[in-house]
Protein backbone atom coordinates (compact mmCIF):
# COMPACT_ATOMS: atom_id res chain seq x y z
CA UNK A 1 0.00 0.00 0.00
CA UNK A 2 1.34 3.29 -0.94
CA UNK A 3 1.89 6.12 1.69
CA UNK A 4 -0.20 8.27 -0.34
CA UNK A 5 -3.30 5.99 -0.25
CA UNK A 6 -2.59 5.70 3.94
CA UNK A 7 -2.60 9.44 4.28
CA UNK A 8 -5.88 9.69 2.31
CA UNK A 9 -7.42 7.23 4.99
CA UNK A 10 -6.45 9.73 7.22
CA UNK A 11 -8.06 12.80 5.92
CA UNK A 12 -11.03 10.69 4.80
CA UNK A 13 -11.65 9.77 8.48
CA UNK A 14 -14.41 7.83 10.34
CA UNK A 15 -17.44 9.56 11.37
CA UNK A 16 -18.98 6.55 13.87
CA UNK A 17 -21.41 8.41 15.84
CA UNK A 18 -20.19 9.77 19.68
CA UNK A 19 -23.14 7.47 20.94
CA UNK A 20 -21.45 4.68 19.75
CA UNK A 21 -17.89 5.16 21.48
CA UNK A 22 -20.02 6.26 24.43
CA UNK A 23 -21.69 3.02 24.82
CA UNK A 24 -18.11 0.79 24.17
CA UNK A 25 -16.36 2.60 26.79
CA UNK A 26 -19.56 2.30 29.33
CA UNK A 27 -19.40 -1.47 28.68
CA UNK A 28 -15.68 -1.97 29.19
CA UNK A 29 -16.34 -0.23 32.24
CA UNK A 30 -19.50 -2.06 33.70
CA UNK A 31 -21.60 1.32 34.37
CA UNK A 32 -24.21 2.93 32.82
CA UNK A 33 -25.65 5.46 34.97
CA UNK A 34 -26.26 9.32 34.64
CA UNK A 35 -23.01 10.17 36.34
CA UNK A 36 -20.97 7.79 34.40
CA UNK A 37 -21.97 9.40 31.15
CA UNK A 38 -21.42 12.88 32.26
CA UNK A 39 -17.78 12.16 33.09
CA UNK A 40 -17.64 11.28 29.11
CA UNK A 41 -18.82 14.36 27.64
CA UNK A 42 -16.47 16.11 24.49
CA UNK A 43 -14.20 18.95 26.50
CA UNK A 44 -12.06 21.74 25.12
CA UNK A 45 -9.17 20.90 27.03
CA UNK A 46 -6.77 18.85 25.53
CA UNK A 47 -5.50 17.19 27.73
CA UNK A 48 -8.30 16.10 30.08
CA UNK A 49 -8.39 16.21 33.85
CA UNK A 50 -7.97 13.13 35.86
CA UNK A 51 -11.51 11.12 36.97
CA UNK A 52 -11.29 10.77 40.19
CA UNK A 53 -13.66 7.63 40.17
CA UNK A 54 -12.18 4.48 38.11
CA UNK A 55 -15.49 3.47 37.28
CA UNK A 56 -16.22 6.54 35.89
CA UNK A 57 -15.40 6.03 32.28
CA UNK A 58 -11.89 6.67 30.40
CA UNK A 59 -9.88 9.63 29.54
CA UNK A 60 -9.52 9.87 26.02
CA UNK A 61 -6.21 10.69 24.30
CA UNK A 62 -5.99 14.40 23.21
CA UNK A 63 -5.77 15.10 19.64
CA UNK A 64 -1.68 14.83 19.06
CA UNK A 65 -2.56 16.42 15.33
CA UNK A 66 -3.36 20.14 16.85
CA UNK A 67 0.41 20.18 16.39
CA UNK A 68 2.84 20.21 13.02
CA UNK A 69 4.68 17.27 14.98
CA UNK A 70 2.03 14.77 15.77
CA UNK A 71 2.28 12.57 18.15
CA UNK A 72 6.19 13.39 18.84
CA UNK A 73 7.27 12.09 22.33
CA UNK A 74 3.73 12.16 22.78
CA UNK A 75 2.06 10.64 26.05
CA UNK A 76 -0.85 9.21 26.30
CA UNK A 77 -4.02 9.49 28.49
CA UNK A 78 -6.64 5.90 27.57
CA UNK A 79 -6.93 3.36 29.54
CA UNK A 80 -9.78 1.74 27.04
CA UNK A 81 -8.87 -2.04 26.34
CA UNK A 82 -11.15 -1.50 23.18
CA UNK A 83 -9.06 -0.92 19.88
CA UNK A 84 -11.78 1.33 18.18
CA UNK A 85 -11.27 3.88 21.32
CA UNK A 86 -8.52 4.41 18.61
CA UNK A 87 -10.13 4.80 15.53
CA UNK A 88 -12.65 7.02 16.67
CA UNK A 89 -11.04 9.11 19.24
CA UNK A 90 -9.81 13.47 17.92
CA UNK A 91 -7.10 11.47 16.15
CA UNK A 92 -9.24 9.70 13.88
CA UNK A 93 -7.23 6.92 13.72
CA UNK A 94 -4.10 8.95 13.09
CA UNK A 95 -1.15 8.37 15.65
CA UNK A 96 1.91 9.00 13.32
CA UNK A 97 4.71 11.15 14.08
CA UNK A 98 7.18 13.96 12.52
CA UNK A 99 10.24 15.52 13.25
CA UNK A 100 12.08 12.49 14.18
CA UNK A 101 16.28 11.83 14.16
CA UNK A 102 17.26 8.30 12.94
CA UNK A 103 20.54 8.47 14.20
CA UNK A 104 21.46 4.96 12.42
CA UNK A 105 20.85 6.96 8.71
CA UNK A 106 22.97 10.40 9.82
CA UNK A 107 25.97 9.10 8.09
CA UNK A 108 26.92 10.60 4.36
CA UNK A 109 25.82 7.13 2.38
CA UNK A 110 23.03 5.77 4.56
CA UNK A 111 20.09 4.70 2.98
CA UNK A 112 17.88 7.14 4.27
CA UNK A 113 20.93 9.99 4.64
CA UNK A 114 20.68 13.01 6.50
CA UNK A 115 18.42 10.52 9.33
CA UNK A 116 16.78 13.70 10.43
CA UNK A 117 13.21 15.29 10.20
CA UNK A 118 11.61 11.56 9.60
CA UNK A 119 7.90 10.77 9.87
CA UNK A 120 6.42 7.66 11.91
CA UNK A 121 3.15 6.60 9.95
CA UNK A 122 0.86 4.62 12.06
CA UNK A 123 -2.70 4.55 10.73
CA UNK A 124 -5.43 2.51 12.63
CA UNK A 125 -9.19 1.77 10.72
CA UNK A 126 -11.54 -0.66 11.76
CA UNK A 127 -12.27 -3.67 9.02
CA UNK A 128 -14.20 -6.85 8.98
CA UNK A 129 -11.62 -9.88 8.31
CA UNK A 130 -13.08 -12.83 7.65
CA UNK A 131 -12.60 -16.23 9.02
CA UNK A 132 -12.35 -16.59 12.58
CA UNK A 133 -10.45 -17.78 15.74
CA UNK A 134 -9.07 -21.99 15.27
CA UNK A 135 -8.44 -22.95 19.26
CA UNK A 136 -7.08 -26.71 18.93
CA UNK A 137 -7.56 -27.91 22.66
CA UNK A 138 -4.81 -30.29 21.75
CA UNK A 139 -2.80 -27.67 19.77
CA UNK A 140 -2.78 -24.08 22.09
CA UNK A 141 0.09 -22.80 19.88
CA UNK A 142 -2.25 -22.70 16.34
CA UNK A 143 -2.56 -19.58 14.92
CA UNK A 144 -6.12 -18.24 13.73
CA UNK A 145 -7.71 -18.89 10.07
CA UNK A 146 -7.97 -15.38 9.37
CA UNK A 147 -8.10 -14.56 6.27
CA UNK A 148 -5.95 -11.43 5.18
CA UNK A 149 -6.53 -11.78 1.43
CA UNK A 150 -10.43 -11.01 2.25
CA UNK A 151 -10.46 -7.61 4.03
CA UNK A 152 -13.52 -5.05 3.87
CA UNK A 153 -12.68 -1.79 5.36
CA UNK A 154 -15.87 -0.50 7.40
CA UNK A 155 -16.98 2.53 9.32
CA UNK A 156 -19.87 0.65 11.70
CA UNK A 157 -18.17 -1.07 14.75
CA UNK A 158 -20.59 -3.01 15.45
CA UNK A 159 -19.37 -5.39 12.21
CA UNK A 160 -15.88 -4.85 12.48
CA UNK A 161 -13.89 -7.48 13.37
CA UNK A 162 -10.45 -5.66 14.05
CA UNK A 163 -8.42 -2.52 14.11
CA UNK A 164 -5.94 -2.22 11.15
CA UNK A 165 -2.85 -0.77 11.75
CA UNK A 166 -0.96 0.37 9.20
CA UNK A 167 2.58 1.66 9.88
CA UNK A 168 6.53 2.06 8.94
CA UNK A 169 7.42 0.82 12.02
CA UNK A 170 9.57 4.47 12.94
CA UNK A 171 8.74 5.39 16.10
CA UNK A 172 7.38 8.92 17.47
CA UNK A 173 10.85 9.77 19.19
CA UNK A 174 14.34 10.00 17.90
CA UNK A 175 16.10 6.69 17.74
CA UNK A 176 19.25 4.08 17.19
CA UNK A 177 22.90 4.94 17.32
CA UNK A 178 25.69 5.61 15.03
CA UNK A 179 26.06 2.02 12.84
CA UNK A 180 29.50 0.48 13.66
CA UNK A 181 31.51 -2.28 12.18
CA UNK A 182 29.87 -5.84 12.46
CA UNK A 183 33.18 -6.52 13.99
CA UNK A 184 33.04 -3.77 17.05
CA UNK A 185 32.19 -5.48 20.23
CA UNK A 186 29.25 -5.17 22.03
CA UNK A 187 27.70 -3.74 17.98
CA UNK A 188 24.73 -5.31 16.68
CA UNK A 189 22.71 -2.35 14.92
CA UNK A 190 21.75 -1.81 11.22
CA UNK A 191 20.36 0.90 9.68
CA UNK A 192 17.01 1.32 10.06
CA UNK A 193 14.40 1.15 7.00
CA UNK A 194 11.91 4.01 6.71
CA UNK A 195 9.99 2.14 3.72
CA UNK A 196 8.93 -0.85 5.50
CA UNK A 197 5.11 -0.69 5.74
CA UNK A 198 3.80 -3.56 7.68
CA UNK A 199 0.19 -4.26 8.37
CA UNK A 200 -1.04 -5.80 11.87
CA UNK A 201 -4.41 -6.64 12.68
CA UNK A 202 -5.99 -6.13 16.12
CA UNK A 203 -8.92 -8.27 16.91
CA UNK A 204 -11.87 -6.08 18.69
CA UNK A 205 -13.05 -9.33 20.33
CA UNK A 206 -9.51 -10.68 21.93
CA UNK A 207 -10.31 -14.96 23.56
CA UNK A 208 -8.61 -16.58 26.08
CA UNK A 209 -6.90 -19.61 25.09
CA UNK A 210 -9.11 -22.63 25.57
CA UNK A 211 -7.52 -24.78 27.31
CA UNK A 212 -6.01 -21.79 29.76
CA UNK A 213 -2.24 -22.09 28.54
CA UNK A 214 0.68 -19.83 28.79
CA UNK A 215 1.92 -19.56 25.33
CA UNK A 216 5.19 -18.26 24.60
CA UNK A 217 6.07 -16.31 21.52
CA UNK A 218 8.08 -18.26 19.36
CA UNK A 219 12.54 -17.54 19.11
CA UNK A 220 13.30 -16.75 15.51
CA UNK A 221 14.50 -13.81 15.33
CA UNK A 222 17.22 -14.62 12.75
CA UNK A 223 14.28 -14.51 9.77
CA UNK A 224 11.44 -13.75 11.46
CA UNK A 225 10.52 -11.55 13.56
CA UNK A 226 7.52 -12.52 15.67
CA UNK A 227 6.16 -9.79 17.87
CA UNK A 228 5.07 -10.29 21.52
CA UNK A 229 3.05 -6.54 20.57
CA UNK A 230 2.99 -3.56 18.65
CA UNK A 231 2.37 -0.37 20.43
CA UNK A 232 0.84 2.09 18.86
CA UNK A 233 3.73 4.47 17.63
CA UNK A 234 3.77 1.34 15.80
CA UNK A 235 6.73 -0.81 16.94
CA UNK A 236 7.07 -3.94 17.73
CA UNK A 237 7.98 -5.78 21.16
CA UNK A 238 10.41 -8.11 21.44
CA UNK A 239 10.22 -10.19 24.93
CA UNK A 240 12.51 -13.18 23.85
CA UNK A 241 16.09 -12.82 23.64
CA UNK A 242 18.25 -13.95 20.43
CA UNK A 243 21.41 -13.38 22.70
CA UNK A 244 23.08 -16.27 24.44
CA UNK A 245 25.98 -17.78 26.39
CA UNK A 246 27.81 -19.46 23.04
CA UNK A 247 32.13 -18.58 23.72
CA UNK A 248 32.03 -20.25 19.86
CA UNK A 249 30.12 -18.06 18.03
CA UNK A 250 32.05 -15.81 15.74
CA UNK A 251 30.29 -12.85 17.70
CA UNK A 252 31.44 -13.64 21.02
CA UNK A 253 32.04 -10.67 23.53
CA UNK A 254 34.43 -10.95 26.45
CA UNK A 255 31.93 -12.30 28.97
CA UNK A 256 30.75 -15.81 26.29
CA UNK A 257 27.66 -14.26 25.00
CA UNK A 258 26.81 -13.82 21.50
CA UNK A 259 23.95 -12.20 19.31
CA UNK A 260 21.42 -13.68 16.34
CA UNK A 261 21.41 -17.06 18.50
CA UNK A 262 18.33 -18.23 16.90
CA UNK A 263 16.86 -21.08 19.15
CA UNK A 264 20.60 -23.18 18.62
CA UNK A 265 21.19 -22.30 22.65
CA UNK A 266 19.76 -22.71 26.07
CA UNK A 267 21.78 -19.97 28.34
CA UNK A 268 19.68 -17.07 26.41
CA UNK A 269 20.79 -13.64 27.89
CA UNK A 270 18.24 -11.15 28.85
CA UNK A 271 18.23 -8.48 26.47
CA UNK A 272 17.19 -5.37 28.95
CA UNK A 273 18.73 -6.83 32.09
CA UNK A 274 20.66 -3.21 31.95
CA UNK A 275 17.04 -1.39 32.93
CA UNK A 276 17.19 -3.87 35.84
CA UNK A 277 20.52 -3.59 36.71
CA UNK A 278 22.52 -0.62 34.66
CA UNK A 279 25.93 -1.72 35.83
CA UNK A 280 25.65 -4.67 34.40
CA UNK A 281 28.95 -5.36 32.31
CA UNK A 282 29.63 -6.99 28.44
CA UNK A 283 26.07 -6.83 27.45
CA UNK A 284 25.96 -8.37 24.18
CA UNK A 285 22.99 -6.01 22.78
CA UNK A 286 23.20 -2.09 22.44
CA UNK A 287 20.14 -0.26 22.62
CA UNK A 288 19.20 3.21 22.42
CA UNK A 289 17.79 5.51 25.41
CA UNK A 290 14.23 3.24 24.53
CA UNK A 291 15.73 -0.12 24.81
CA UNK A 292 14.96 -0.41 21.10
CA UNK A 293 17.45 -1.03 18.04
CA UNK A 294 17.55 -2.12 14.46
CA UNK A 295 17.86 -5.66 13.36
CA UNK A 296 18.37 -6.78 9.99
CA UNK A 297 16.54 -2.66 9.26
CA UNK A 298 13.62 -3.41 11.82
CA UNK A 299 13.47 -1.03 14.71
CA UNK A 300 12.17 -2.59 17.76
CA UNK A 301 11.96 -2.63 21.41
CA UNK A 302 12.90 -5.27 24.07
CA UNK A 303 12.07 -3.20 26.95
CA UNK A 304 9.37 0.16 27.21
CA UNK A 305 11.41 2.54 29.50
CA UNK A 306 9.17 5.72 28.39
CA UNK A 307 7.78 6.01 24.96
CA UNK A 308 3.94 6.60 24.99
CA UNK A 309 4.23 7.74 29.05
CA UNK A 310 5.63 10.08 31.10
CA UNK A 311 9.15 9.94 32.22
CA UNK A 312 8.28 9.44 35.98
CA UNK A 313 6.27 6.62 35.64
CA UNK A 314 8.46 4.33 37.80
CA UNK A 315 7.32 5.94 40.40
CA UNK A 316 4.66 8.26 40.02
CA UNK A 317 1.13 7.07 38.96
CA UNK A 318 0.34 8.95 36.06
CA UNK A 319 -3.48 9.31 36.84
CA UNK A 320 -6.26 8.15 39.68
CA UNK A 321 -7.09 5.30 37.27
CA UNK A 322 -3.56 4.05 36.67
CA UNK A 323 -0.89 3.90 33.74
CA UNK A 324 -2.75 4.47 30.01
CA UNK A 325 -3.04 1.85 27.43
CA UNK A 326 0.67 1.75 24.87
CA UNK A 327 -0.26 -1.42 22.66
CA UNK A 328 -2.22 -4.51 22.33
CA UNK A 329 0.34 -8.28 22.74
CA UNK A 330 0.40 -10.42 20.33
CA UNK A 331 -3.30 -12.16 21.58
CA UNK A 332 -5.13 -9.12 21.39
CA UNK A 333 -5.07 -7.84 25.06
CA UNK A 334 -4.13 -4.40 26.02
CA UNK A 335 -0.72 -3.43 27.41
CA UNK A 336 -0.67 -0.69 29.98
CA UNK A 337 2.70 1.37 31.67
CA UNK A 338 3.31 0.21 35.61
CA UNK A 339 0.20 1.30 37.42
CA UNK A 340 -3.70 -0.26 37.68
CA UNK A 341 -6.12 -0.02 40.14
CA UNK A 342 -6.02 -4.33 41.34
CA UNK A 343 -9.85 -6.08 42.40
CA UNK A 344 -9.48 -4.40 45.69
CA UNK A 345 -9.51 -0.89 44.87
CA UNK A 346 -6.12 -0.21 45.70
CA UNK A 347 -3.67 2.27 43.19
CA UNK A 348 -0.69 -0.24 42.87
CA UNK A 349 2.75 -0.36 40.67
CA UNK A 350 2.94 -3.73 38.92
CA UNK A 351 5.00 -5.94 40.21
CA UNK A 352 6.98 -9.06 38.69
CA UNK A 353 5.91 -12.43 40.10
CA UNK A 354 9.26 -14.09 39.22
CA UNK A 355 12.50 -14.75 41.73
CA UNK A 356 15.40 -16.01 41.09
CA UNK A 357 16.06 -19.67 41.12
CA UNK A 358 17.80 -21.65 43.71
CA UNK A 359 20.32 -23.88 41.73
CA UNK A 360 21.35 -25.25 44.88
CA UNK A 361 24.98 -25.59 43.26
CA UNK A 362 27.26 -24.68 45.79
CA UNK A 363 24.89 -22.91 48.34
CA UNK A 364 25.79 -19.99 50.57
CA UNK A 365 25.22 -20.16 54.51
CA UNK A 366 21.66 -19.43 53.41
CA UNK A 367 21.64 -22.23 51.46
CA UNK A 368 21.28 -20.49 48.13
CA UNK A 369 23.26 -21.56 45.17
CA UNK A 370 26.35 -19.77 44.08
CA UNK A 371 26.34 -21.76 40.98
CA UNK A 372 24.12 -22.66 37.52
CA UNK A 373 23.33 -26.20 37.37
CA UNK A 374 24.58 -27.72 34.27
CA UNK A 375 22.13 -28.85 31.65
CA UNK A 376 22.50 -32.53 30.44
CA UNK A 377 20.84 -33.92 27.88
CA UNK A 378 20.67 -31.56 25.31
CA UNK A 379 21.21 -32.02 21.98
CA UNK A 380 24.70 -31.16 20.75
CA UNK A 381 23.93 -28.23 18.42
CA UNK A 382 22.25 -26.35 21.70
CA UNK A 383 25.46 -28.00 24.03
CA UNK A 384 27.70 -24.69 24.35
CA UNK A 385 28.66 -25.07 27.71
CA UNK A 386 27.06 -23.13 31.66
CA UNK A 387 27.96 -19.39 32.13
CA UNK A 388 29.85 -19.08 34.88
CA UNK A 389 29.24 -17.05 38.01
CA UNK A 390 31.42 -14.40 39.52
CA UNK A 391 31.54 -17.00 42.67
CA UNK A 392 32.83 -19.61 39.62
CA UNK A 393 35.71 -17.22 38.56
CA UNK A 394 37.21 -17.36 42.47
CA UNK A 395 36.71 -20.70 43.43
CA UNK A 396 36.61 -22.64 40.41
CA UNK A 397 37.99 -21.11 37.39
CA UNK A 398 39.55 -24.68 36.18
CA UNK A 399 36.01 -26.29 35.56
CA UNK A 400 35.33 -23.42 32.66
CA UNK A 401 36.73 -23.20 28.87
CA UNK A 402 38.23 -19.32 28.91
CA UNK A 403 39.99 -20.04 25.96
CA UNK A 404 37.69 -17.42 24.09
CA UNK A 405 38.89 -14.64 25.77
CA UNK A 406 42.08 -12.88 28.05
CA UNK A 407 39.90 -11.83 30.60
CA UNK A 408 37.66 -14.58 32.63
CA UNK A 409 34.58 -13.35 33.48
CA UNK A 410 31.73 -14.77 35.43
CA UNK A 411 28.29 -13.33 35.24
CA UNK A 412 25.88 -12.81 38.14
CA UNK A 413 22.60 -14.89 38.66
CA UNK A 414 19.91 -12.98 37.16
CA UNK A 415 21.27 -12.09 33.52
CA UNK A 416 19.56 -15.48 31.92
CA UNK A 417 16.23 -16.26 31.24
CA UNK A 418 16.79 -19.50 33.15
CA UNK A 419 17.97 -17.93 36.39
CA UNK A 420 14.65 -17.14 36.68
CA UNK A 421 11.15 -18.72 38.09
CA UNK A 422 7.33 -17.65 38.60
CA UNK A 423 6.72 -17.50 42.02
CA UNK A 424 3.36 -19.38 41.99
CA UNK A 425 1.64 -15.68 42.88
CA UNK A 426 3.84 -15.53 45.94
CA UNK A 427 5.86 -12.47 44.75
CA UNK A 428 4.34 -9.40 42.88
CA UNK A 429 1.15 -8.65 41.72
CA UNK A 430 1.02 -10.46 38.33
CA UNK A 431 0.85 -13.71 36.87
CA UNK A 432 3.56 -15.39 35.18
CA UNK A 433 3.10 -13.48 31.71
CA UNK A 434 3.07 -9.90 33.52
CA UNK A 435 -0.56 -9.89 33.42
CA UNK A 436 -3.28 -8.86 36.48
CA UNK A 437 -7.41 -7.88 35.94
CA UNK A 438 -7.87 -4.72 37.01
CA UNK A 439 -10.59 -3.10 39.38
CA UNK A 440 -12.97 -2.75 36.10
CA UNK A 441 -12.71 -6.42 35.40
CA UNK A 442 -10.07 -5.57 32.19
CA UNK A 443 -7.49 -8.28 31.64
CA UNK A 444 -4.26 -6.69 30.28
CA UNK A 445 -0.17 -6.72 30.44
CA UNK A 446 1.73 -4.39 32.69
CA UNK A 447 5.44 -2.84 32.11
CA UNK A 448 7.81 -4.16 35.24
CA UNK A 449 11.31 -2.22 35.72
CA UNK A 450 12.65 -5.94 36.91
CA UNK A 451 12.28 -9.34 35.03
CA UNK A 452 10.35 -10.02 32.68
CA UNK A 453 9.70 -6.73 31.95
CA UNK A 454 6.64 -7.13 29.60
CA UNK A 455 4.66 -9.68 28.19
CA UNK A 456 6.82 -12.76 27.76
CA UNK A 457 4.09 -14.59 27.23
CA UNK A 458 0.25 -14.86 26.45
CA UNK A 459 -2.91 -16.64 27.65
CA UNK A 460 -4.68 -15.52 24.72
CA UNK A 461 -5.09 -16.89 21.33
CA UNK A 462 -2.59 -15.57 18.97
CA UNK A 463 -3.44 -13.29 16.33
CA UNK A 464 -0.92 -14.18 13.40
CA UNK A 465 -0.57 -10.90 12.00
CA UNK A 466 1.86 -9.90 14.71
CA UNK A 467 4.89 -10.96 13.17
CA UNK A 468 7.49 -9.63 10.47
CA UNK A 469 9.96 -10.76 7.69
CA UNK A 470 13.05 -8.49 8.62
CA UNK A 471 13.63 -6.02 5.63
CA UNK A 472 17.12 -7.37 5.03
CA UNK A 473 16.04 -10.93 4.92
CA UNK A 474 13.31 -10.59 2.30
CA UNK A 475 15.38 -12.51 -0.41
CA UNK A 476 16.70 -15.39 1.88
CA UNK A 477 12.71 -15.98 2.64
CA UNK A 478 11.41 -15.57 -0.62
CA UNK A 479 14.35 -18.08 -1.55
CA UNK A 480 12.11 -20.52 0.58
CA UNK A 481 8.74 -21.01 -0.39
CA UNK A 482 7.93 -22.64 2.64
CA UNK A 483 8.58 -19.51 5.07
CA UNK A 484 6.33 -17.72 3.34
CA UNK A 485 3.11 -19.59 4.29
CA UNK A 486 1.99 -20.37 7.87
CA UNK A 487 0.53 -24.21 8.84
CA UNK A 488 -3.00 -22.99 7.50
CA UNK A 489 -1.71 -22.21 4.32
CA UNK A 490 -2.24 -18.20 4.52
CA UNK A 491 0.67 -15.56 3.42
CA UNK A 492 2.91 -14.81 7.11
CA UNK A 493 2.32 -11.26 7.75
CA UNK A 494 5.20 -9.06 5.68
CA UNK A 495 5.40 -10.96 2.32
Known amino acids: MSKTLIINLVKRGYKIITLLLLSFSLLACGGSDSDTESTLEPTPDP ?69 SNKESIVIIDLVIVSGGYIQNPSNPDQAGSWNYASVIETNDAELATHCRMQHNMIPNHDLGWDVG ?10 EIDHDDMQITYLPINPQLSNPLVAD ?33 HARVNTAGNSTGCGDGSVWFEIPAYTLQEPSAEKMAA ?9 FEGTYHYHAMTHPLQSNDEATIAPGLNGSPLI ?33 ALNPDENGFGQSRQPYTNIP ?4 HGTPPTPWDVLNRAQD ?37 TDVNGIYGYYITDEYPYGPICT ?3 HEPSFGKVPPLRWDDELADPARIFDEMGNKINGH
Request: net charge negative; with cysteine.
Open 181 to 190: SPNEDNVWVT
Open 286 to 294: IFDEYFGHG
Open 400 to 436: FDFSFTSEPFGIPLGRYIDDWVYDNGNTGNLDECNGA
Open 47 to 115: IPTPVPDPTSGYIPNPDLNETPNGMLNAVLTNRNPDCRAYVTDDNNGDYGARGITDRSNLAVGAPYFPG
Open 327 to 359: GFAKDGFPIYGKWFINTEGDLVIAKSGYKLKNW
Open 216 to 248: DTDRNPTNFMDYDGILLNGIGIAMDSGFCYNPD
Open 380 to 383: PFKE
Open 459 to 461: FGV
